[in-house]
């Protein structure tokens, strides 16, 4: 089992920036890929990026390249999502999820946007940015 905590959320204005963190216990994170996702009131969970085990293969949500930048630190068991130049419709419940890392295909960014690629979920943490 592996138990996901997030952390960093927060109220910040429009053009702010967070950094969002993601604390894994149980197992090490290793041999896990990570992805986040974020869900808005009323609207249906989204994908916002995904990162390999190894942290050398990233993918994100077309709208967020640019403002978003995940990234981890296998030593500390931990993920983390940078966020510039927030908006207000970034307002939303921020997820950490993880999925065991399977054999790196060309194609591996398909299954990172799935939800129900993951294994396992952390409760969230909430964001809201004021206009």
Known sequence: QVQLVESGGG????????????AASGRTLSSYDMGWFRQA???EREFVAA???T?????????????????????????YLEMNSL???D??????????????????YIS???RDAYDYWGQGTQVTVSS
């Open 91 to 108: 307002t939303a419940v921020y997820y950490c999820a993880a999925q065991i890392s399977r054999p790196y295909n060309s194609k591996w």
């Open 55 to 79: 942290g050398g293969n990233t993918h994100y949500a077309d709208s967020l390249k640019g403002r978003f930048s995940i990234s981890r630190d296998n030593a500390k068991n931990t993920a």
């Open 51 to 53: 990162i390999r085990w």
């Open 11 to 22: 109220l910040v204005q429009a053009g702010g920036s967070l950094r969002l963190s993601c």
């Open 87 to 89: 908006k207000p419709e």
């Open 41 to 43: 009131p009323g609207k």
């Open 112 to 114: 990172a946007r799935s």
